[in-house]
């Protein structure tokens, strides 16, 4: 059974600071990996998706990377703003065909002024 | 145009109503999704409708039973629910053509039952 794991469960840093979240998942069996934020009360909004075969994708600020091998991926976001509070969840797809999503518990991430 | 519209925003209802929650998406998607999802808790996959069809049904109890009336849209209909089935109840979609995998949420609707 596929579980996924994030770490830290919770994260305050001063604005401006590089920081990183880590997502694991015990099946390397996966057809892709994506990454969501969620403000609270809201639905998800996806950041980033990485397949399988991908090593890393980039967008803006954020970049996040894969070691499909390992189990793990890790979202690195630059020079975070305040508005980057939210919580982050990262949701593998299984291999097989299924359009299942695997959720970790989030990271919430809170940047002060 | 990215977006999915899921409406009431909220719902109160007592055990014993029946009442519907409804999710639209103008993107050409042909998978759909509904997902439950309690405080402080991830989101937890109820129903996968691919092409019309129900794809995916992660044993939910039959109090929820959901309803694609087109490839736009996906209804999810409740009845004799409990106390513990509130919560926020997301709806998803996606293009299921494995070229373009990302899943796109709507906001959600708020559901307390009394």
């Known amino acids: 059974k596929q579980e996924v794991t994030q770490i830290p469960a919770a994260l305050s840093v001063p604005e401006g600071e590089n920081l990183v979240l880590n997502c694991s998942f015990t099946?390397?069996?996966?057809?892709?990996l994506q990454w969501f934020r969620q403000d609270p009360g809201k639905g998800l909004t996806s950041l980033l998706l990485i397949q399988s075969s991908q090593r890393e994708q980039t967008s803006g600020r954020l970049n996040a990377s894969l070691d499909k091998s390992s189990g793990r991926s890790t979202l690195y976001i630059a020079a975070s703003q305040p508005g980057d509070s939210a919580t982050y969840l990262c949701a593998v797809r299984l291999q097989g065909g299924s359009e299942k999503l695997v959720f970790g518990k989030g990271t919430k991430l809170t940047v002060n002024p | 145009d990215t977006e999915v519209t899921q409406t009431p925003k909220h719902l109160v209802m007592g055990m014993t109503n029946k009442k519907s929650l409804k999710c639209e998406q103008h993107?050409?998607?042909?998978?759909m999704y509904w997902y439950k999802q309690k405080a402080k808790k991830p989101p937890e996959l109820m129903f996968v409708y691919s092409y019309e069809k129900l794809s995916i049904n992660e044993s939910v109890p039959s109090r929820f039973s959901p309803e694609c009336p087109n490839s736009s849209l996906l209804n999810l209909h409740l009845h004799a629910l409990q106390p513990e089935d509130s919560a926020l109840y997301l709806c998803?979609?996606?293009?299921?053509?494995?070229?373009?995998?990302?899943?796109?949420f709507g906001p959600g609707t708020r559901l307390t039952v009394l």
């Open positions: 099946d390397s069996a996966i057809y892709n």
């Open positions: 993107m050409g998607h042909r998978a």
């Open positions: 998803a979609s996606s293009q299921a053509d494995g070229i373009s995998d990302t899943q796109y």
